[in-house]
């Protein structure tokens, strides 16, 4: 939410019924501007926070720095528990965010999610780089528990993905790790693949082909402006992946992307699967 149109059609209603509202921890500085105060201005809002709020972004009638989990385990403290949301509303709100971001028959960035969500197993830890797959991928995948879906959610830093997802493979050597990135925020880090290999992690790297800065690319144009600085050519990631070390692996359908992903569980090296969904793949997604 708040970086999804698509999304802010669920979850600002949902958020206008609220009579408490939490921030655990929450960074707005991506958001749009519709989450400029979003809440009702009657509404107890209580943020935890590690730093003070400089962004002026939203109001908060309780504002707590310091730690944050420390935070809500003390507002927790002695209460009762009892329903959240009694009358549905926050399970219907799921239901219809599944049904928005449903992925189709067609080949292109929710397919190719889908179906790394379906073949790989649910402990699977994801991190994601910045861009548009991020903000599509975000709605998509489903995490059993916390900390498996990894990512730079405030300084929305391109090339973190892939040193993300070294690090939460050496920290749990056991559970499956992906890696979502972009073209360009790959070729930002290609030295990376060499200590991808030196450390030998048999990690998942999905990079989404498009030859596009396509965040910027989709804003531009919204705004009328000309193309300027964002299509580049592109990269033969499998032979890279090959010069690394790895394995690499070009899918262009969900069935190729299985056979891929079935072959990368199985390696005891990286994989680098190219998914070629081609320019504006992410109109319309979210």
Known sequence: AGLSPKADTVVLPLLQRSDCIVLAGYDPIEMRVGWRNPWPADAPVIEFSAVAATHGMHAARHSFVGNVAAGLAALGSGLEQHPVWPDGLAAAARAALRAKFAAGGDWGPAQAFATVRAVLPADTIATADSGAHRILLSQMWSCPAPRTLLQSSGL???????????????????????????????????????????????????????RSLALIEMKQRRSGLANRGVDFEGTDFSAVAAAFGGVGAVADSAATLTEALDGALHRNKFTLISCVIGRRAYDGTF
């Open 156 to 210: 929305c830093t391109m090339g973190c993905a892939l040193p993300l997802g070294m690090g939460a493979k050496l920290a749990a050597p056991e559970r499956p790790v992906v890696v979502f990135v972009g073209d360009a925020g790959l070729e930002m880090v290609l030295g990376e693949l060499a200590t991808l290999r030196d450390l030998g992690l048999p990690l998942i790297v999905v990079v989404l082909v498009d």
